[in-house]
């Protein structure tokens, strides 16, 4: 069967009207008028319709530009922002339109036992909520179609209120601006602005009625626009006029003493009571409609547990589950009897939804994607004004209840981050931390055109034309860069389709592997005639980005005879301003124990301490410090001085000591002589050796130092901007 969508009259207006007209409008508006006059009143309404009115023409706007799914707001904020944040907004937003079904049920009731005094207000709570269930289950068009009489209902009581103005003596000598008196519950010993509007604004609140309904319109980009805006404009009008109506009909000591006001003096009384009535059933009626629907989207993204059983529809396109759920919740609501004390913390749900809905908005201008173009285009003020206003009125109401809220949706969000759900659909996050980046490129830029040396980390570049080559070093490489380093991997295309099907396959579980440890890692395939080519064309071509790789590294196999290609990178990294870190693992043993390192130090300048400068041994003094953190290992440091000139006192080894900030166990010696000699005859109590490249050394050297040391060895060439003494 074809599921029943909704235009624009019944899927969004009616429920919207009818929802923000209502018991407020009845009993409530006279009492604000009474304390805070003509003036204070229009203030009042004025201020909760700017934060509904921009929330209204956010939501419209970010409508026109997306296709909206089911979940109204959810969809729109899960879209923008990513299923976590909208999953946390969206949680606590159907319990809080689940719950104030019963609110609504309520407020029926006492409307009446006026007329029904001795029934038992349990058993009433009970009928009401079976009635309102029922209408529901029938089918959400039936559902509407009650809509209708309870729409024609009010109309006639708005027409009986505005018709008090002919059958009672007018009062034109009214306050503009109030006394603020109070209360009866309070013994009139006092309010002011700010409570007053706490007691009015819940009645604007109901401005998302209409976009709840977005999976079951037909058009939900043109009928939540216009059916929401339209429906706030209207209800404004109304609720603006009613301030002279009350203002004009009864003197402010009335106004505040009889919440029946309207009743009383109206045209003709029990329509008003009718109307009284119907408003509060119909905003039952509207979120017992609306809450499944949200529960339906959270269900469809696997948001919550036995996510496929809620996202089941009936034949006839009906979310039966998740009505029966929420059935379930309004019951637990209605046992409790008082929803006083949560009433207040489902205000600030529905304040926190406006406040994201206006988030998302002021998210999507200030990028300006090409695929931002909503045919409702509104200035980034309007956004900016309905999310910070959301948030302040939050505060403004209760400040600890406003908290708890708060830390309720922090802890929602923190549970679904835990669950790492996936969209198919994606979302603009990327697009958000994308302009942050260029904001942050750009600041950068403005205050120093070269990189900091202080701000340096290890960003690897590593040409890779067989899988051994990651293979080996995998681990070194994730003792380099973790935490916050990073690896892109440039990956030699092989002419054979066997060697290049298996170095693809390889290199996504590698990555996949890096990605495990939350680590960054990219790779791209490039077409490789000429290996030094490909490598120095890459290095030239990344020189122009900012975020760019900074260091070359290279595996090398000690056992691969042609090396002297390895010559070359040496020449082209330094020549691109790129540091060097070539790997060469000994045999088997590789890095054996991950516990010991060796570093040694070489051709350290006389005026070292005076100029910061310890020459070419940056890099390798950097990268020991990363892999000892990593291995929660010790630094033997071995410092080869030939220099006649360069006197290394003991306070000159502890300067060193403190200036690098070596860890404490670090040893550090003196040796002179030749460093092959120095390194094959130590003992062999290390797992790895560090070096740095010296002038003339080549890849050959290199091998033969590890061969005949029988130990592993990086070798490490700085590119000048790598200083580990700041």
Request: some cysteine; aromatic content about 10%; charged content about 15%.
């Amino acid at each position: 069967m074809i599921k029943k969508t909704f235009g624009t009259f019944a899927g969004v207006f009616t429920p919207t009207t009818l929802t923000i007209l209502g018991v407020i409008l009845y009993i409530r508006q006279p009492w604000v008028v009474g304390n805070a006059g003509v003036i204070g009143a229009v203030a009042i309404v004025l201020l909760s319709v700017a934060i509904t009115l921009t929330t209204a023409l956010s939501l419209s706007s970010i409508t026109t530009n997306v296709r909206i799914g089911s979940g109204g707001a959810f969809s729109l904020i899960s879209q923008s922002l990513g299923l976590e944040i909208g999953g946390a907004i969206g949680i606590p937003f159907y319990f809080a339109q689940a719950i104030a079904v019963a609110m609504y049920i309520f407020g029926f009731r006492e409307g009446l036992q006026t007329l029904t005094p001795d029934v038992n207000p349990f058993i009433l709570d009970l009928s009401i909520f079976a009635l309102v269930m029922t209408i529901a289950f029938i089918s959400t068009s039936f559902a509407f179609k009650i809509q209708y009489v309870i729409l024609g209902v009010i109309v006639l009581s708005l027409v009986s209120i505005y018709g008090a103005l002919f059958v009672n003596d007018l009062n034109f000598n009214f306050e503009w601006f109030g006394k603020y008196p109070g209360s009866v519950e309070n013994n009139f010993k006092g309010s002011s602005f700010w409570t007053v509007f706490a007691v009015f604004f819940p009645a604007v609140t109901g401005v998302m009625a209409g976009a709840n309904m977005s999976g079951d319109l037909t058009n939900p980009r043109k009928s939540i626009p216009v059916g929401t805006i339209s429906s706030v404009i209207i209800t404004t009008i109304i609720y603006v006029s009613l301030i002279f109506v009350a203002a004009v009909i009864a003197i402010p000591h009335e106004l505040v003493e009889n919440y029946n006001v309207f009743i009383d003096k109206a045209l003709y009384g029990p329509i008003v009571l009718a109307g009284l009535l119907g408003a509060t059933l119909s905003s039952a009626l509207g979120s017992f409609v609306g809450a499944p629907r949200i529960l339906l989207a959270l269900g469809e993204k696997n948001i919550l547990p036995k996510s496929t059983t809620l996202a089941k529809l009936s034949k006839r396109g009906e979310p039966v589950n998740a009505m029966f759920i929420t059935a379930l919740i309004v019951l637990v609501g209605i046992s409790l009897r008082n929803l006083n004390t949560i009433a207040p913390i489902l205000t600030m749900f529905f304040m926190i939804t406006y406040a994201m809905v206006n988030v998302v908005a002021l998210v999507e201008q200030t990028l300006g994607l090409p695929s931002y173009r909503p045919t409702l285009k509104i200035p980034i003020i309007v956004p900016a004004i309905g999310a910070l206003g959301s948030i302040a009125i939050m505060f403004v109401l209760n400040v600890i209840i406003a908290l708890f809220s708060l830390i309720f949706i922090v802890i929602f969000y923190l549970y679904l981050v835990k669950m790492n759900i996936k969209s198919a659909a994606g979302d603009s996050r990327s697009g958000l931390f994308t302009a942050l980046a260029e904001w942050a490129t750009k600041k950068t830029n403005s205050l120093r055109q070269e990189k900091e040396v202080r701000s340096w980390r290890p960003d690897l570049l590593m040409p890779v034309t067989i899988p051994k080559e990651l293979r080996s070093s995998f681990k070194l490489i994730h003792s380099i860069i973790y935490p916050k380093g990073s690896i892109k991997i440039l990956a030699m295309r092989n002419e054979n389709e066997i060697e290049q099907k298996n170095l693809e396959n390889f290199l996504k579980n590698a990555v996949e592997k890096f990605r495990e440890s939350e680590m960054s890692v990219s790779y791209t395939f490039i077409d490789n005639s000429d290996f030094n080519t490909t490598v120095k064309v890459s290095m030239q071509s990344l020189n122009a980005a900012f975020f760019k790789p900074n260091t070359i590294f290279a595996s090398i196999d000690s056992s691969t005879s042609n090396l002297s290609y390895y010559d070359k990178l040496i020449v082209d990294s330094k020549k691109n301003n790129f540091g060097l870190i070539i790997y060469i693992p000994f045999s088997t043993a590789s890095l054996a124990i991950e516990k010991s390192i060796n570093l040694w130090m070489t051709n350290i300048p006389v005026d070292w301490k005076e100029k910061f400068n310890i020459k070419n041994n940056d890099l390798s003094t950097l990268v020991s410090l990363l892999i000892r953190r990593n291995w929660e290992g010790t630094i033997n440091v071995n410092i080869l001085n030939n220099n006649s000139q360069l006197d290394f006192s003991d306070s000159d080894i502890e300067d060193l000591h403190t200036m690098i900030r070596f860890p404490k166990k670090t040893s550090i010696t003196v040796k002179e002589g030749n460093l092959l000699e120095h390194v094959v005859n130590k003992e062999q109590t290390t797992d790895v050796n560090i070096f740095n490249i010296e002038q003339g050394m080549t890849v050959d050297d290199m091998v033969q130092i590890v061969n005949q040391s029988r130990i592993s060895a990086i070798f490490c060439a700085d590119s000048n901007f790598e200083n580990a003494l700041v």
